[in-house]
């Protein structure tokens, strides 16, 4: 069921981007969208993750480098029975993490240095518990394609505007702001549709993976404080891939998010660390962990 969701989610994410592209140029403009969203699916099935993590300007790091972090990794890796991620820091004291990648055997882990800094090691763990959660439910590879395809559906209406839509007079000219307005709100309401109900998961699946659901509930609950003070400087269309959301309420306006007031919470890419914790200690009660 949750795969069936998966590629309808991502269906219509295309079926979006095809959409787009008749407004502003008729069939031509449906034929261009249709191959340019097969060359799309096809770089974002093998390098989606590449694209995240230059976004996020995530580096590699070896266990010479960071054998602390490399330490935890193998322990939370191990727990899962999952092969070992490729591990990468960002340099930011913003604390936050993210999991990225195609598959099990192709996924990388990436923190930044704000996060190693303020968890103790339990905390950072149950944090890992959770990334590695996204990767064995098989979040990474639908929160990575989210951004190339999101990415896409932005710069779409101005290259076949360009291409075919001024030959359209006024129509064209309609249907590009219709479609820079619109597209981009549907797709930012898919993406986030796809982030909330992943994170849940992968909070129940990491605080399965450690049995640590409290050191999770308390990550949270500081890294929500830490990053409102600090928020991270970076693309909003990653921003659903982190555990806590990056940016700030004036960063959630400029990068798209400026109808939220409006909408609500249909917007925001994360649910809110409220009830993440209440449900954490809802799974530590069914669990009798207390840790």
Do not use: C
């Amino acid at each position: 069921m949750k795969a069936v969701k998966t590629v309808a989610l991502l269906a219509l994410l295309s079926a979006i981007f095809l959409v787009a592209g008749f407004l502003l140029a008729g069939v031509p403009g449906l034929i261009i969208a249709f191959v340019v969203a097969l060359a799309m699916n096809f770089f974002s099935y093998w390098s989606s993750d590449k694209l995240v993590l230059r976004l996020t300007g995530a580096r590699e790091v070896t266990p010479g480098q960071e054998p602390h972090l490399h330490r935890i990794v193998d322990e939370v890796t191990a727990m899962a029975g999952l092969p070992k991620p490729k591990v990468y820091i960002m340099q930011n004291d913003a604390p936050n993490a993210f999991a990225t990648g195609r598959n099990a055997k192709h996924a990388a882990i990436a923190v930044t240095t704000g996060i190693m800094r303020i968890l103790d090691d339990r905390e950072l763990t149950a944090v890992l518990g959770h990334e590695l959660g996204h990767i064995r439910n098989r979040d990474i590879l639908v929160s990575a394609i989210a951004v190339t395809i999101g990415a896409a559906i932005g710069f779409l209406p101005w290259l076949l505007f360009f291409g075919f839509g001024r030959s359209r007079g006024m129509f064209g000219i309609v249907a590009l702001l219709a479609t820079w307005i619109l597209a981009p709100m549907a797709a930012g309401l898919i993406r986030a549709a796809l982030s909330r109900t992943r994170e849940y998961g992968a909070d129940e699946t990491g605080a399965q993976i450690t049995h640590t659901p409290l050191a999770l509930a308390s990550a949270l609950e500081k890294l929500e404080t830490y990053s409102q003070a600090r928020p991270m400087n970076v693309n909003p269309a990653v921003s659903h891939l982190f555990i806590v959301n990056p940016l700030n309420s004036k960063q959630k306006r400029g990068g798209g998010d400026m109808l939220m007031g409006l909408f609500g919470n249909s917007f925001s890419t994360h649910p809110p660390i409220k009830k993440r914790v209440e449900k954490l200690n809802e799974i530590a009660r069914k669990m009798g962990s207390y840790s």
